[in-house]
């Protein structure tokens, strides 16, 4: 019974997510912390109208980091599934190579969501803290 457990245990979903990210899961997480880093510094110090193009460009590097470990991915896919033996390949084969090459921008995806977060929350209140002539209102100061 205990090594009924301690075999679903070592077959469990973060197990999976884990093993399939390898090199490029980790190259996705890294890129992640620097750009949410990176977000806090441009809005802390950030001036002037260059602040939401850099905010944009910024956001999107997990993403694209992603997508390029997503074609690497495919490309061993399909070069492992062309030269396979058989004539006709079986769905569970095709949707196991599927999913372990969508994994690294969902992934990009879900640890860009605290960027994006901080961000938004930071340009709108950027936005709502200036006068009608454009200019930033003093808060602390209470001019």
């Known amino acids: 019974m205990l ?3 301690a075999q679903e245990a070592s077959n469990s ?9 390898g090199l490029g899961g980790l190259f996705v997480v890294m890129t992640s912390l620097v750009v949410f880093v990176l977000t806090i510094v441009v809005v ?3 001036r002037g109208p260059i602040v939401g193009p850099t905010l944009v460009l910024l956001l999107h590097g997990p993403f694209a980091m992603s997508i390029m470990w997503f ?6 896919s399909f070069s492992v599934l062309a030269m396979s033996d058989q004539a006709v390949v079986s769905a569970s084969v095709w ?3 599927l999913s372990e090459a969508l994994l690294l921008p969902f ?3 879900l640890l860009t969501i605290p960027s994006y977060l901080v961000a938004v929350i930071a340009l709108l209140v950027r936005s709502l803290g200036r006068s009608s002539d454009g200019s930033l209102e003093s808060t602390a100061t209470g001019r």
């Open 13 to 21: 979903q973060l197990d999976w997510i884990i093993r399939t990210s």
């Open 95 to 97: 949707a196991e190579a």
């Open 71 to 76: 074609l690497k991915s495919l490309i061993a």
């Open 3 to 5: 090594e009924l457990v």
């Open 44 to 46: 802390i110090r950030g």
């Open 107 to 109: 992934e990009a995806l």
